[in-house]
């Protein structure tokens, strides 16, 4: 037999397939696979962005959604990521391309401001009704109501960002008997505890939000203000001179690397044990809790110390919120969700996810039996009561103080890099505080008017 | 009588083979309208508004986001960084490159091995190889900074991302690291294709080791090595992952190029208009360099 009767005989064997057979069976199944079947997956698609997005977190916000896809057959949502320091250029993005998710959480307050005044956010009163106005607690939701009767989002959390993390150990190796209150304190006490590896703090000074975050603290430590209560600029000022002196004066107790720290490096340094203080929200205790429980037993918090004892502290609290985009679709399903999010069941097993991070907002939560039922909540009582409080009476750029009108540039300044650059031109460039707070000034100006 | 009927014939020939022509065309130039010009038309026609970003919305503004582009330092400065950072990176590729395929070119142990191996930091996703580089920097944990204490050539971790001009350089390097396998694979394309008869002659004539380098291998791979800088300067010219991931453009502006200029006043700033306007400016330097590779690819 030759090759072609071989080939006929393939062709014409029953049970083996002839090449035209093979591709008449492809055109067909990429046909079908094109054709618009009936979906049996979900008609709707909630997606959900936030920012908080840890092992922990991420089980407790399965749990929100499966239990709320159970409730709403045809209904999916999906969870996606963004990050501290990335979510305003990926909003931007999403709302100049007009694919923006349904519902996003966890963004500080400052930024809903932002969005708000641009006219790109739905206004979020149903569902702050929904879950029930008098069930937050008082004032949780006035920095959203930034014009009057409506709010823009709701608060899903507290945050005490800039509290002062120590090691007890440490602090009794070097006879320190007392947490620090004032910047003389801790400079002293830094100045003890760093040696032999260890640092004596974990401040940033990279051009990044958590660099921003903390001059603005400082410079209210200090006793000054970003912006007057009329919101003119009112950086140029001894206090201001004095917090970035502060800041500079700090430089030698942290680690070289601190020039590119941000909130990850900042927490890392004090939970594996290379920084004899931090500057963090309650993350640290379920981090140290599950990564170095050796030193579990001698960390504690405060606020963070002031220039004297005649300058009350200033705790930064994002204000972490939930809002939803205008051009979201599916609205009214949305706000369902966005109001599920504050059912007792997930709404616990969120914030205990990180327990002591993000603060609950809702009296009846607060109160809870199986909030307060958890081992990080019980061991750390005194420091969660320390955060909570600090957080509760917690300002930010957005509203620097109760006599401070909503401020709806803060977003803007604060992602600019204006202020985090402020502190490396001093701090690494050597520049002189006063010429750069004037030119900071100037852009703050600039950003404020345009 | 037949005439017409034929002359008739002949015309709808042509055109059908015009439309079948226009037809086959169709398709590339759609492609290349969506993916090229539209961009392009688009990115000229934002940089003279001055537009917030997340509602697209804005104003004209003639030249004005030229004008104080060109008057603002950071401008200037990011320009001299992009210049800074691609001469650096280039120069370094390119000698590691060449030196690697040089060898590689040679009978050496495991020579397949090493010639895919060599490959593998071209291949690696950004993202990836920027997290590495941040481990080996890290000042805490960071193998780099241990080694030199170690060695006693350093008392204290050095700061390699976040002052200058270690930053700088530390981009330089791992810029080259990750790109100088492409001028490996194009040099020892072209050492392949050199004929042995050259060098036989040049040995029989007495030339030692480093004529024939220069003599013979660099002539030949004059041409190839211009293709590879002009592609490259282009390249590493609009690189915004590795220096953005790495250094994020600091300490303030050190390393800031024109690419992570244009995201920061798209996306951090929000003026859209003002973006536009930086990637116009880069997009006129890049067709410098684009119409001497055309030139040089023509020839």
Known sequence: MNDKSNVHQARSCPGQLSRRSVLKSAVALTAAAALPFPKARASTTIRWWSTQSSPEQLAAYRYQIKTFEAAHPGVEVVFERTSDEGYATQLAAAFAG????????????????????????????????????????????????????????????????????????????????????????????????????????????????????????????????????????????????????????????????????????????????????????????????????????????????????????????????????????????????????????????????TPGHVLPVLKTIARHEAYRDNDIIRRYATEVERMSSAAVAGHNLGWETPHHRANVKAGAIINSGILAEMVQRVVLNDEKPRAVLANTAGRIEKIMKG | MTGKPISKKRLSLDARYSILGAMLIAPTIIVFSAVIVYPLVSAIYLSVFSIYTPTMEGEWAGLDNY??????????????????????????????????????????????????????????????????????????????????????????????????????????????????PFVVIAVLARLQSIPDELYEAATIDGAGRLARFTDITLPQLKDVLIVIVLLRTIWDFKEFDLIYLLTGGGPIISTQTLPLMVYKEAFALNQMGGASAVAVIMMLIMLIFMTFYLRKARD
């Open chain 1, 98 to 353: 007009g694919n923006v998710p349904n519902i996003v959480t966890h963004l500080p307050s400052f930024a809903v401001a932002d969005y708000w005044s641009a006219g790109l956010l739905l206004p979020f009163d149903d569902v702050i009704a929904e879950v029930g106005t008098d069930n937050f607690y008082e004032g949780a939701n006035r920095i959203y109501e930034i014009e009057p009767g409506t709010h823009a989002a709701a608060g899903i959390g507290n945050t005490a960002a800039n509290m002062l993390w120590m090691r007890t150990d440490r602090m009794e190796k070097a006879g320190i008997e007392r947490l620090p209150a004032t910047w003389d304190e801790l400079r002293a006490a830094c100045s003890k505890m760093q040696g032999r590896g260890i640092y004596g703090a974990p401040l940033p000074y990279a051009k990044n939000s958590m660099t921003t975050l903390v001059i603005i603290g400082f410079i209210h430590q200090a006793g000054g203000q970003i912006l007057s209560p009329d919101l003119e600029v009112a950086i140029v000022s001894d206090e201001a001179v004095n917090a970035l002196e502060f800041y500079r004066s700090m430089r030698e107790f942290s680690p070289p690397g601190a020039t590119n720290y941000s909130w990850g490096e900042s927490l890392s340094a004090f939970v594996s044990g290379a920084t004899a203080t931090g500057l963090y929200a309650g993350r640290v205790l379920i981090n140290v809790s599950k990564q170095n429980p050796r030193i579990a037993e001698h960390i504690t918090c405060a606020t963070y110390p002031t220039i004297s004892a005649d300058v009350p502290p200033w705790t930064f609290n994002d204000f972490p919120s939930v809002f939803i985009p205008a051009d979201a679709a599916d609205l009214d399903i949305t706000k369902k969700f966005a109001a599920w999010l504050y059912r007792a069941d997930g709404y616990i097993q969120q914030v205990n996810a």
């Open chain 2, 67 to 180: 004008s104080r582009l060109l008057a603002s330092g950071e401008f200037w400065r990011s320009l001299l960084n992009n210049i800074v950072w691609t001469a650096g990176t280039l120069t370094l590729q390119m000698v590691f490159g060449v030196l690697v395929a040089l060898m590689l070119h040679q009978n050496v142990v495991f020579r397949s091995l090493a010639r895919s191996l060599v490959l593998f930091p071209y291949f690696l996703s950004a993202v990836v190889a920027v997290l590495v580089w941040r481990w080996l920097f890290n000042d805490l944990y960071g193998v780099l900074s241990h080694m030199l204490m170690w060695a006693g050539l350093i008392d204290m971790p050095v700061d390699w991302l976040g002052s200058m001009p270690n930053a700088m350089i530390s981009l330089i390097f791992v810029g080259a690291w990750k790109y100088f």
